[in-house]
């Protein structure tokens, strides 16, 4: 009988799990792709005793990692137990024993991926995250495999389900932040603390490895400029549905010439644009390549089963590989220095909501100022508020640098006749209708 490849479980909760269950039913799958068994040999848990949502042997649990870490019989390790610093003197352990690893760890490859594969590297081992982004969406072998001999020039994407889930109930239904909030809670979309999802700072850690990949430079957590959905209004939506828009919080990377821009924050997509249909807990990522032009890859983006099936795919190619006996071949170091646009080089189409004094003249006044930066009006509405002495002006323009940009902002919010800047928003997506 053909001997079987052991591999060891760092973590057994919900995506935990769900790698159990793939191995369990799967085997007549993995079997035909890598020529031999797959035997999990032990499991990392913090409590032997907790009920599980999966039937697994209690003799393969264990609290100890060592017996993971260091059991020379143990080929691979897949990490799904979360955490960063831990986590990371765990995997490094592991590759310093020749172990190769599979992590769905987006928080520790945004912060550690550079070290970890440096590490892996030294080792002759494989580290693959592609469950890192995107849960089942296979966007990392996309970029890495699929689209290796294009230059990508543009990612955009819905890379976290749960502001997704709150933003598209708030659109479609009306309903408040709070509201739906606690409505993805019940539902397990959102955590008992979802201040990582509402900020942007999970979707950032995703745009910091998608940008690493896609550009082939190290871009840092540091470098992604970031703005959460929790200041987004109802007005904000019924006005962006008003002018045509769909609000989505969305990750984008763009490259031209050699300089980068790597941002999270709510944007405003045309209603024909294939991001403004991903809705729910779903994400998707756009691509722009010189060669292939525009591609989606859609998809869950998280749960139990979407996840490990990502999970187990990595594994996959790491038995391959080891049955061939060439891991540690796969990676590639950045090829280019990175280098971020400033404010004067990012290039874009505002959404702007103002209370003004209702007077005449003020809109010319206020057309004047941007006029003054060379930035001109898409779209213009001007509607009266409760308040009988002042008016509300929605706008949106006409494509304009970020610093020329940021400056208006401050002369508008310097005006007497300007009450105050409501919102403001990105818009996107409108160059391919």
Known sequence: MVKAISIGLLGLGTVGSGVVKIIENHQDKLMHQIGCPILIKKVLVKDIEKERRVSIDENLLTLNPSEILEDPEIDAVIEVMGGIELTREYLLKALANNKHIVTANKDLMALHGPELLAAASRNNCDLFYEASVAGGIPILRGLVDGLSSDRITKLMGIVNGTTNFILTKMSKNGSAYEEVLREAQELGFAEADPSSDVSGLDAARKMAILATLGFSMNIDLADVKVRGITEISEEDLKYSKKLGYTMKLIGLASRDGDKVEVSVQPALLPEGHPLAGVNNEYNAVYVYGEAVGETMFYGPGAGSLPTATAIVSDLVAVLKNLR????????????????????????????????????????????????????????ILQLPLKDKDYSEIVLVTHTASLRDYECILQKLESYEMVKGIESTYRVEGENIL
């Not at 990676?331 to 220095?337: H, K, L, R, T, Y």
């Not at 400033?342 to 909501?353: G, H, N, S």
């Open 324 to 379: 061939l006996g060439v891991n540690g071949k796969s990676a590639v170091s950045p090829q280019f220095s990175k280098l971020l646009k400033k404010p004067a080089e990012i290039f874009a189409k505002y959404f702007i909501r103002i209370h003004v004094k209702d007077e005449v003249g003020v809109l010319a006044n206020i057309t004047l100022l941007f006029a003054e930066h060379g930035v001109g009006f898409d779209k």
